[in-house]
């Protein structure tokens, strides 16, 4: 993978939130303040205007790159999270290649990492952690099995990042804004899972199409 896919990725991510930002602002309004669809869609403007910067990047330096822009242009609590998913993605070493599926895999986990540590939040918070936690793990299990194919490898990953994203649902969040409203928070998706769960469905889709990842 090099970084003209990453911007790609980016610009999918991009077109795949707008078809999706109603919904989400939705799921904010019930149970945030409000402000996670200005929040992402804040980072992902600011990520493509510094397009050419990034494409002369290798994708580890890249990575950095977005996660210092998404310091400085996200506010609240996501901004400084997202932040450290791309951070702790560009510590691996191998991150300027990601030429096979181990590695981003590795990369995966300790970007989740990082914002584990960043949030203190994990499974059953009701955070985007519900999503990123479990896809990671399996992501790792994944990788080690030589009988699977990319695609099914992918196919599965999208499963779990909805999994994760609907197991939200029900519970009451006991981390970020909406830990404010107790059980009231039940019966709604998390907005962060939702858009993380989305991102993850996004790069498993163009990576499904893509014939020259392995
Ligand atoms: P803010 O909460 O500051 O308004 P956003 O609305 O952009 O920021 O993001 C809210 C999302 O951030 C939540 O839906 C949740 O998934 C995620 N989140 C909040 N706090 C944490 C945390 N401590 N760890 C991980 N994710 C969190
Ligand atoms: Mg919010």
Redesign the pocket.
């Known amino acids: 993978m090099n970084s003209e896919m990453i911007i790609q990725i980016i610009k999918e991510v991009q077109k795949a939130y707008e078809a999706n930002a109603s919904e989400i602002e939705k799921l904010?309004q019930a149970i945030?303040?409000g402000?996670?669809v200005i929040?992402m869609r804040r980072g992902l403007k600011a990520i493509l205007e510094i397009e050419e910067e990034l494409g002369s990047l290798k994708p580890g330096g890249a990575l950095n790159k977005i996660a210092m822009t998404l310091l400085s242009s996200i506010g609240?609590?996501?901004g400084p999270?997202f932040a450290s998913m791309f951070m702790g993605m560009a510590k691996v070493p191998g991150s300027d290649h990601m030429d096979d599926s181990k590695t981003v895999a590795k990369m995966f986990s300790s970007g989740v990492e990082l914002?584990k540590q960043r949030?203190?939040?994990d499974v059953g918070d009701k955070?985007?952690?519900d999503v990123l936690i479990p896809v990671s793990t399996l992501f790792n299990k994944l990788v080690e099995r030589s009988d699977l194919s990319k695609n099914e490898m992918l196919r599965q990953l999208m499963a779990e990042a909805e999994r994760g994203m609907l197991s939200t649902k029900d519970i009451a969040a006991t981390?970020?804004?909406?830990s404010y409203l107790g059980e009231r928070a039940k019966g709604h998706i998390?907005?962060?899972?939702k858009s993380c769960q989305l991102i993850i469905f996004t790069i498993c889709d163009y990576l499904m199409n893509q014939e020259k990842i392995r």
């Open positions: 904010d945030g303040d402000d996670h929040n609240g609590a996501a999270l914002v949030g203190k939040a955070t985007m952690m981390k970020g804004r909406a998390d907005p962060g899972a």
